[in-house]
C-alpha cells in the first residue's frame, strides 16, 4: 500500500481541496476511434428521433425534437463571485443551463434519454417495426409499436435525475419502467415517476445498493435492459453530444476558443459519467485550450479519491471514514465509474470539493442575482471559481486571463416543486 497523500488526508478530514491532475495527456485517451463513432452516432441518432420526440414531448416543438439548453451570460453573478473571493474574473461567466433541459429538467437528459432510444431502435429494428434506419420513426409512436414495447423492461438504480430521465422516455414508449432509488433519492422525483407510469423501488441503502439490486433483478428477466451508470458508453455518447451542440452555441454568442482565449468549463461530478462525457467531447473539439474542472461535496468526493489513489472504483469514499451524505442528492456518490475515471486519468484538468453551507449559499446568490432556479447538486460548479488565478498561474496561462471564457455547467433544477425550491432557498 502506498503511503497517503496530503490530499488524502485532507479528503479524509472533510477538507476542501484543489487537485490538479499531473498526467494530462490528451494523445493517450482521445485516440479511441470506437468512442469517437459513438459519439457521432449518437448525435446522428437524436437528429432521426427528433420528430418523435417533438411528437412525444410538444415542448421541444421549437426547437424541432432536439432536446438542448440555453447558454446564458450571468454578468450580475460573476459581479458577486468576484466580491466573495476577492479576485477579478476578468473574463466572461456563462451559465449552461442543463438545468433547463426539456422532458426531465436535469443533464441526464442527454445520457439518460439517447440510453433509451438507443434500445428502442435496436428492438424496433430487430423486430420489424421499423425497415431500417431512414424509415420514419413517428411509427414508434403508435399504439402497436406501444403494445409491443410494454412486453419489456427498462431498469435503472438512480439517486433521482437519472431515474427521471430514463423513467420518464420509457414510460413514453409504452415499456415497463422500473428505477431502483437510493435513500438520497427527493420524495418528488420518486412522486413524479410513479404519476408518470413507471415503477418506484425504494431502498434504504445508498446508490450503490440501488444500482446492484437494479442490475439482480434485470439480469434474470430476458425481457428487461438495465442502464448501467458506471459503465454505459450509450450514456456516455449521449452526454458528449452536448459538445457539439455548445461549439455552436459558442460561435452564436462570438466566443473565441483558441489558444489565445481559453475555455474553462466547471462541472459537478457524482459517479462521473455526465461530466466524464461532455469533458470527453470537449476535449475533443477542443483540445488544450478547453480547461475542464470537476467539483464533488467534500462528503463524497468519490471521483477525486479514486484518481488521486489511482484505485479508482476499487476505493470508496466510506473506506477512508467519510459518511457520503450530502443535500448534493445528485452528487450522493460513494464510488466512481472506473470506465469514466480511466478516461480522466489523462484529460481532467483539475477536481474541487465544496462544503454543503456553500452550495446553498450559491444557490441563493444565483436566485438572487439572476433570477435562476438551480437544484443544489447543480451549484457546485461556481466554487471552481476560486481556483482560476492558482490554476492560470501554475500553467502560465496568467496573460491570457482577460481573454478567457468561464462556463459553469448548471446539472438540474426545472422540475424542482414550487413549495421545494422555496424552502431551500429560504435557509438560514
Ligand atoms: C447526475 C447529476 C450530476 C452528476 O452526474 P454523474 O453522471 O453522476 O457524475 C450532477 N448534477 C445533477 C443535478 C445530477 O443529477
Known amino acids: 500500500m502506498k503511503p497517503e497523500s496530503e490530499i488524502v488526508k485532507q479528503i479524509r478530514n472533510y477538507e476542501e481541496i484543489f487537485w490538479i491532475n499531473k498526467n494530462v495527456n490528451l494523445e493517450k485517451n482521445l485516440n479511441d476511434s470506437v468512442l469517437k463513432n459513438c459519439v457521432d452516432a449518437a448525435e446522428k441518432r437524436l437528429e432521426r428521433f427528433s420528430p418523435l ?8 416543438k421549437i426547437s424541432n425534437g432536439i432536446i ?49 432510444l438507443e434500445h428502442t431502435e435496436k428492438l424496433a429494428l430487430e423486430n420489424g417495426i421499423l425497415k431500417n434506419i431512414q424509415d420514419d420513426y413517428l411509427k414508434l409512436a403508435s399504439q402497436e409499436a406501444s403494445k409491443f414495447f410494454s412486453k419489456y423492461k427498462i431498469q435503472v438504480g438512480s439517486t433521482g435525475n ?8 420509457s414510460a413514453s414508449l409504452g415499456f415497463n419502467a422500473i428505477v431502483h432509488m437510493s435513500s438520497d433519492a427527493k420524495q418528488w422525483k420518486k412522486d413524479l415517476l410513479r404519476q408518470k407510469g413507471a415503477t418506484v423501488i425504494e431502498y434504504d ?24 451508470d458506471e459503465k454505459s458508453k450509450s450514456l456516455f455518447s449521449g452526454y458528449a453530444v452536448a459538445s457539439l451542440r455548445l461549439k ?9 476558443v483558441d489558444e489565445e482565449h481559453p475555455l474553462f468549463v466547471y462541472i ?65 456518490v460513494g464510488r466512481c465509474s472506473s470506465f469514466i ?9 483539475g477536481a474541487i470539493t465544496i462544503s454543503d453551507d456553500k452550495i446553498s449559499a450559491y444557490q441563493k446568490m444565483l436566485w438572487e442575482s439572476e433570477n435562476i432556479y438551480i437544484e443544489p447538486s447543480s451549484c457546485a460548479g461556481f466554487y471552481g471559481l476560486k481556483f482560476v488565478e492558482k490554476y492560470m498561474q501554475k ?21 424542482v416543486p414550487q413549495e421545494i425550491r422555496k424552502s431551500e432557498l429560504e435557509f438560514r
Not at 475515471?341 to 484538468?349: A, M, P, S
Not at 496561462?397 to 422540475?415: C, D, P, Q, R
Request: proline share 4%; charged share 20%.
Open 53 to 60: 420526440i417533438a411528437k412525444l414531448f410538444p415542448e421541444t
Open 68 to 116: 438542448e439548453s440555453p447558454l446564458v451570460c450571468i454578468s450580475k453573478m460573476k459581479n458577486k463571485i468576484e466580491n466573495i473571493f476577492e479576485n477579478c474574473l476578468n473574463g466572461n461567466l456563462y451559465l449552461k443551463c442543463d438545468s433547463n433541459l426539456p422532458i426531465s429538467g436535469s443533464v441526464k437528459a442527454r445520457g439518460g434519454i439517447h440510453e433509451v
Open 162 to 169: 437519472l431515474g427521471l430521465s430514463i423513467g420518464i422516455m
Open 205 to 228: 441503502g445508498d446508490y450503490g445498493e440501488a444500482v446492484k439490486n437494479g442490475r439482480t433483478e434485470s439480469d434474470r428477466d430476458p425481457f428487461s435492459y438495465f442502464v448501467d
Open 248 to 256: 455552436k452555441q459558442l460561435a452564436e454568442n462570438k466566443i473565441i
Open 268 to 332: 459537478p461530478c457524482g459517479v462521473g459519467g455526465a461530466p466524464g462525457g461532455i469533458i470527453y467531447g470537449l476535449k475533443l473539439l477542443f483540445g488544450n485550450n478547453v480547461h475542464c474542472f470537476i467539483v464533488e461535496p467534500t462528503h463524497a468526493p468519490c471521483m477525486v479519491l479514486g484518481l488521486e489513489t489511482g484505485l479508482l472504483n476499487e476505493i470508496c469514499v466510506q473506506d477512508i471514514g467519510l459518511d457520503g451524505k450530502t443535500k448534493a442528492d445528485g452528487l450522493a
Open 341 to 349: 475515471g480511466k478516461i480522466f486519468e489523462n484529460i481532467l484538468d
Open 395 to 415: 500553467k502560465n496561462l496568467t496573460n491570457k486571463i482577460k481573454e478567457t471564457t468561464h462556463i459553469i455547467w448548471a446539472t438540474g433544477g426545472s422540475m
